[in-house]
């Protein structure tokens, strides 16, 4: 009788994964984005286990302890396998139309990414195509991308406007990524980014443009709600230090979070206009000056790092993360998928941090969970698995954290459950595939 008087006081939870070799939380203050040494604590508890209950994490710690205090008919053991928070990606262009393999020949055989740009390739090929495509067209490919995303065990992802570069394009991109949200299992976080380059019909008179930018777009971008970031390309030959002030001060004074694409190409002093400006993040930051570096440390502004890019281009040098990491500069990972860097996969990303940017595997960990999640204003709702978060959670076949960054090339995801659904199951797939195939041989 007393031992079912304890069954019946356990709660019944929706779903149990039980006996990770590594679960790994991420837990620990997250008011604001890890730095240095915390890069490296992640929280891990060995024989894990989660319980999930209405799309929320309900509960914390070893196999034995939960199951002490609940119970569930659906129950995933993880024996063997590592379980951590669904990857966020804080940098992409999701939204787009066509392709540029032509310029990755170009790229092999010496051409730079200004010199494609100023010969009308590069962001100016997409925005033509993208100006002519249909908003279900848009629609589509962003859809058939995030399938991708989350199969890799993305959950959540911003998403970059800028291949419209005029109003009505640009709005067009928006609506897009606000439709893809909200019909996408994966959470999409909308990012304006307008000033993206100057499009062809101002090139003569870039002045003007970024006066279209800040004097129309801003103002109905924010109107409409349709983004919770402004970021600019801050470069040379793109936006100067001038005008990307401007623009920024503009989303500023419209409500709009900020970001900067920054040093990317040059020493511009993008970093140091990020941290000026109060930026959430500042991105790519290849030849960024120490002086820039040390603000941002000093302002909280989060390195989003993106080797994946470095190595798409071909520019043979990456940002210099052990500096940042070390210099108390919080860094996050994404993939910048775009036409010039095809990747949906931020598994492959964190190997590039770890082979190119000696980021450890944990640092490299939290740059792609948590600390991602910090740079687009998600941290409070995903990144590391704790009581009350979403319960976005990607099981890997793979014993512990170090495996990524150590074996890449193949996709270690076994599972994803986004927002308490399991809807990746690759154990599942395969079995239905071997089913099948013995069906056709009979």
Not at 111 to 125: F, P
Not at 250 to 262: F, T
Request: with cysteine.
């Amino acid at each position: 009788m007393r031992k079912n008087d304890k069954t019946a006081a356990k709660e019944k939870v929706d779903l149990l994964i039980i006996n990770a070799s590594e679960l790994v939380t991420l837990a620990g203050e997250n008011q604001k984005p890890r730095t240095g040494k915390q890069m490296r604590e992640l929280g891990i508890i060995r024989n894990g286990c989660l319980a999930i209950k209405d799309g929320k994490i309900l509960a914390v710690g070893k196999t034995s302890e939960v199951r002490k205090k609940v119970k569930a008919e659906n129950i995933i053991n993880a024996s063997g396998k590592t379980v951590m928070p669904g990857f966020v990606d804080p940098h992409t262009h999701l939204v787009f139309a066509g392709s540029r393999e032509d310029e990755f020949q170009m790229r092999i055989e010496g051409a730079s990414y200004m010199k494609i740009l100023k010969a009308g390739g590069g962001i100016l090929k997409t925005v033509r195509e993208t100006r002519k495509a249909s908003i279900d067209e848009l629609l589509g490919f962003g859809l058939s991308t995030l399938d991708v995303m989350l199969q890799y065990g993305t959950t959540t992802v911003e998403a970059k406007s800028g291949y419209g570069l005029t109003t009505k394009d640009e709005l067009k991109i928006l609506e897009v990524i606000k439709r893809l949200n909200q019909l996408h299992a994966v959470d999409v976080v909308p990012t304006f980014m307008g000033a993206h380059t100057i499009p062809a019909e101002y090139k003569n008179n870039p002045e003007e443009y970024v006066n279209l930018v800040i004097g129309e777009m801003i103002p109905l971008v924010a109107e409409k709600g349709l983004a919770e970031f402004c970021d600019v390309f801050c470069e040379k030959g793109v936006f100067t230090l001038e005008q990307s002030r401007r623009i920024l001060v503009a989303a500023r004074n419209h409500g709009l979070k900020l970001k900067v694409h920054a040093d990317e190409m040059s020493q511009l002093g993008g970093a140091e206009l990020a941290a000026n400006m109060e930026a959430v993040s500042a991105e790519h930051l290849l030849f960024s000056s120490d002086v820039g570096l040390e603000a941002m440390a000093e302002k909280g502004v989060i390195a989003v790092l993106l080797p994946a890019a470095a190595f798409s281009l071909m520019v043979g040098r990456y940002a210099d993360a052990r500096k940042m990491i070390d210099g108390g500069v919080p860094a996050a990972l994404g993939t910048d998928f775009n036409p010039s860097c095809w990747i949906e996969n931020q598994q492959l990303v964190i190997a590039f941090a770890c082979h190119f940017m000696k980021m450890t595997p944990a640092e490299a960990i939290t740059a792609a969970t948590i600390n991602a999640a910090r740079a687009i204003g998600r941290a409070d709702e995903v990144g590391s698995l704790e009581v009350g978060k979403k319960a976005d959670i990607i099981v890997l076949n793979v014993p512990n954290h170090v495996f990524l960054g150590y074996r890449f090339g193949v996709n270690l995801v076994d599972k994803v459950i986004k927002n308490g659904r399991l809807i990746v199951d690759e154990e599942t797939s395969i079995a239905e595939a071997v089913k099948f195939f013995s069906k056709e041989l009979e």
